[in-house]
C-alpha cells in the first residue's frame, strides 16, 4: 500500500479472547495476518487500519435542514394551513367540553339546602331524674354524676336531662329555693365542674325545675302561680347564666294559664341564647290538650303520654304519629311515652325492641329515661306511686335491689353481647346521629298488611330508609306500597338489611321487598340508595 493513500491508522487493543469470540472479517483477517508476517505481534497488540472517512465504507451522513431551509419550509401555504387548522381544532375542542361541563352542572338535580339545627335534633335526650338511683349508690350526688359520663358518652346521646335538685322543701313556696342546689346533691361548684366535662364529652346539660318536686302538688296551689312564675322566671335567668344548655318542667297540665306561662318562659330562653332549650312534660294524652300548651311557641319540646294511648297496634300507632305531625304541621318535635317514666314500664315487654326503633326513626327529637337502654322497668308498691328503680351497673348491682340480678339484664352483661337491647340501643343512637335522612329526612308512610307500621326516611340525594314493623302476634308478609304518594318516594326491588330487632338477621343481607315478611314483633331497618 502507497503512502499516498494509505489512511490514518488507529491503535486498537484486543484483548484475548477465544478464537470462536475473536470478531473477525475479511480485512480484518487480511491485516492480522499481514502484521503476523511482518513479525510485529507483541503483548496480544495488533494493529489495524480504520478508515475514518464513513464514505469509503458506504455510509451516507444525515446532517438535516439548516436554519435557513427549516424556516423556508415552515412559511410556506401549506404548512401555514396545517398550523391554523390545528389551532382552530384545539380551541373548538376545549370550547366543546367547557359547555358539556356547563350542560351537566345546568341539568344536574339541584342539591336541597340543609335545614338549620340545633343540638338537640341531632340526637336522643337521655333523662336522669334521681341521681340517687342511677348511680346505685347510698349517696347520688353530682361528683358521682361525673365519673358515669364515660358511659353516658357510649349511648350517643346529644342531652341529659338532670334533676331536679334545686333545695325543695315539700309543699313549702317559701321553702323552695330554685336558684340553690339541695347540699344532697352536692354545689353549684360541683354542677360547674360537671357541666365543663360533659361539654368536653359532646354532652349538653338540661336543669329540671319543676318547683315542688317532692310535694304533692308539683307547682304548688293555684292561688300560687303568680308567685311561681316569677320565682321560676329568675331561676331561668339564673341558670342559663350559669352555664346550663336548656330547662325542663313538668307536670305543666296542672299551672294555671300554662300556655301563656310557658310561652313567657320560651322567650325568655330564647332571648339569652338560640341555643337554649325549654322542655315541657305533661302526662296528657289528648292532642287537642297537648296543641293547647304548644300555644304559638314552635321551638318548645313537649314530652307526653300521647303515644301510649295507642293500644300498641299497627294501626293506631300509625294513625296517632300521622295526626301528631299533621297537626302540628310538621314542626319539630320529641318523641316518648311518658314524661318521666320508663319504656318497660308502659310498652309490653315484647314490643320494647321495636319502641326502640320507632323512637329512633320518627321525625324529631327521641327522649328516653336512665334505664331505658337496658330494659329496666319501675316497681311500684300498691297504693304508692312507682320510683326510679336502682340501675343495674353489674352484678354488685344486686346489694341495692331486693334479689339477685341475672347478668343479661345489667349494662355490664348487656355491653358485650351484640345481641343485647343495650347493643341495639347504641346502634340506633349512633345512626340517628349522623345519618341525613334520619336527621331531618322527610317522612313518607307506605301502606303495608296488618298489623304493620311502615314508613320510608329519605333526604333529597342520600340513602334512603325503610322502617317496617310488625306490632302483631303472628308472621305478617310486608305487602309494602307506595301508591298515592309522592313521585320522590318509589321503592327498588331490593334492599339491604341493617338491623332487625330480633336476633337472627345479619347486616349487609339481601332483601327482596316484594318477598319480606317479618316475624312476631320484628322491626326492620333497611337502606337503599338514591338513585336519579
Known amino acids: 500500500m502507497s503512502q499516498d493513500t494509505e489512511v490514518d491508522m488507529k491503535e486498537v487493543e484486543l484483548n484475548e479472547l477465544e478464537p470462536e469470540k475473536q470478531p473477525m472479517n475479511a480485512a480484518s483477517g487480511a491485516a492480522v495476518s499481514a502484521v503476523m508476517a511482518g513479525g510485529t505481534e507483541k503483548n496480544g497488540l495488533v494493529k ?6 464513513e464514505t469509503e465504507a458506504g455510509t451516507a451522513k444525515f446532517t438535516g435542514l439548516s436554519k435557513e431551509e427549516l424556516l423556508k419550509v415552515a412559511g410556506s401555504p401549506g404548512w401555514v394551513r396545517t398550523r391554523w387548522a390545528l389551532l382552530l381544532l384545539f380551541w373548538l375542542g376545549w370550547l366543546g367540553m367547557l359547555a358539556g361541563a356547563v350542560v351537566i352542572i345546568v341539568r344536574a338535580p339541584r342539591c336541597r339546602e340543609l335545614p338549620e339545627q340545633s343540638w338537640w335534633h341531632k340526637g336522643a335526650l ?3 331524674g334521681d341521681l340517687q338511683a342511677f348511680q346505685g349508690q347510698d349517696a347520688g350526688d353530682l361528683a358521682g354524676l361525673k365519673e358515669h359520663l364515660p358511659y353516658l358518652s357510649t349511648l350517643k346521646v346529644k342531652g341529659l336531662v338532670l334533676g331536679p335538685i334545686h333545695k325543695n322543701q315539700k309543699d313549702d313556696i317559701d321553702g323552695t329555693n330554685l336558684g340553690q342546689i339541695d347540699p344532697t346533691f352536692g354545689s353549684k361548684e360541683d354542677l360547674d365542674t360537671l357541666l365543663q366535662s360533659a361539654k368536653k364529652k359532646g354532652l349538653r346539660v338540661i336543669l329540671d325545675l319543676t318547683p315542688n318536686y317532692r310535694g304533692q302538688q308539683s307547682w304548688f296551689l293555684p292561688s300560687q302561680s303568680a308567685t311561681v312564675a316569677t320565682k321560676m322566671r329568675d331561676a331561668l335567668q339564673f341558670w342559663l347564666q350559669a352555664g346550663v344548655d336548656g330547662v325542663q318542667i313538668r307536670d305543666v297540665e296542672s299551672l294555671v294559664d300554662a300556655p301563656s306561662y310557658l310561652a313567657e318562659w320560651h322567650n325568655v330562653t330564647k332571648n339569652f341564647s338560640e341555643d337554649r332549650l325549654l322542655i315541657a312534660g305533661t302526662e296528657l294524652s289528648s292532642l287537642e290538650e297537648i296543641l293547647r300548651l304548644l300555644g304559638v311557641s314552635r321551638d318548645l319540646l313537649l314530652t307526653s303520654s300521647y303515644l301510649s294511648a295507642s293500644g300498641f297496634t299497627g294501626k293506631e300507632t300509625e294513625e296517632l304519629v300521622t295526626q301528631y ?22 310498652v309490653p315487654a315484647h314490643l320494647l325492641r321495636l319502641y326502640h326503633l320507632l323512637l329512633f326513626t320518627l321525625p ?3 327522649v328516653f329515661s336512665s334505664g331505658d337502654e337496658i330494659g329496666m322497668k319501675a316497681a311500684a308498691l300498691p297504693g304508692q306511686p312507682a320510683k326510679a328503680p336502682v340501675m343495674l351497673w353489674g352484678a354488685s348491682s344486686s346489694a ?7 347478668s343479661n339484664l345489667t349494662v355490664q352483661g348487656q355491653s358485650g353481647d351484640p345481641d343485647s337491647l343495650l347493643s341495639l340501643f347504641r346502634r340506633l343512637s349512633d345512626l340517628r346521629g349522623k345519618e341525613r335522612a334520619l336527621l331531618h329526612g322527610d317522612f313518607h308512610v307506605l301502606s303495608s298488611g ?17 322502617v317496617v314493623l310488625n306490632f302483631g302476634d303472628v308472621p305478617r308478609a310486608a305487602g309494602l306500597g307506595a301508591s298515592g304518594l309522592p313521585a320522590s318516594v318509589s321503592l327498588p326491588p331490593g334492599a339491604e ?8 338477621g345479619k347486616e349487609g343481607d339481601p332483601v327482596e321487598l316484594q318477598h319480606l315478611s317479618l316475624n312476631p314483633h320484628e322491626g326492620l331497618l333497611l337502606q337503599f340508595p338514591y338513585v336519579a
Not at 489495524?48 to 472517512?53: F, G, H, P, Q
Not at 338489611?497 to 337472627?504: A, E, H, I, V
Open 48 to 53: 489495524i487500519k480504520v478508515a475514518d472517512d
Open 126 to 128: 337521655y333523662r336522669i
Open 325 to 346: 305531625l299533621n297537626a302540628t304541621d310538621n314542626r319539630w318535635c320529641s318523641w316518648s311515652l311518658s314524661q318521666v317514666g320508663l319504656l318497660a314500664s308502659v
Open 364 to 366: 324529631g327529637t327521641p
Open 400 to 406: 341495692n335491689t331486693s334479689g339477685p340480678v341475672s
Open 450 to 466: 296488618p298489623d304493620l307500621f311502615s314508613y320510608v326516611r329519605q333526604w333529597d340525594q342520600n340513602k334512603r330508609f325503610l
Open 497 to 504: 338489611l341493617l338491623l332487625s330487632t330480633q336476633p337472627g
